[in-house]
């Protein structure tokens, strides 16, 4: 399953996010409409994610010990207002309101595809967070990727 693209959305005044055909067929499931799990994601902005990539990342959470004081925090807070959402009949999900208040998205969020998951932001936060790199993309691969 591949999520990628960036693309601006409106936010309805019910919380409402359409989601891109493209992205919402990596969520198709056997039965029913497209689903997806949201929560809060890093730097402000929320995540996104396929069932399928779901079942990794609660895999791995399963594997933090109960004894590590730092992993329960990370699973509570990372957890705390994870909520399934289903696509409705016009290719939308609702985003409940105190992810809205979390992630600060207002009339618009940017749906970014990062292969694995779906990042929303609100696009001013979206616009400071990349510029905070802005110039840095070779130093950043090599640090990141390696040098080959």
């Known amino acids: 399953m591949n999520l990628y693209g960036t693309q601006t959305y409106k936010i309805d005044d019910k919380g409402r996010l359409a989601v891109p055909a493209s ?4 969520a198709r499931g056997r039965k029913g409409a497209p689903s997806f799990m ?6 402000g902005c929320l995540a996104l994610y396929a069932p399928e990539q779901w079942a990794r990342v609660e895999e791995r959470l399963r ?4 004894g590590d004081r730092k992993g329960r925090a990370f699973v509570r807070a990372f957890l705390m207002d994870a ?3 289903t696509v409705d009949a016009q290719g939308r999900i609702t985003i409940p309101p105190a992810l809205l208040r979390r992630a600060d998205l207002g009339k618009e969020a940017v749906l970014h595809g990062l ?3 779906i990042e929303i932001w609100n696009p001013e936060r979206l616009g400071a967070e990349l510029s905070q790199f802005e110039g840095q993309f070779e130093s950043l691969a090599a640090d990141v990727v390696g040098e080959d």
């Open 23 to 26: 992205m919402r067929r990596a």
């Open 38 to 43: 949201l929560v809060m994601g890093f730097e």
């Open 83 to 85: 909520t399934p959402v």
């Open 63 to 66: 594997r933090i010990p109960i």
């Open 115 to 117: 292969g694995s998951r």
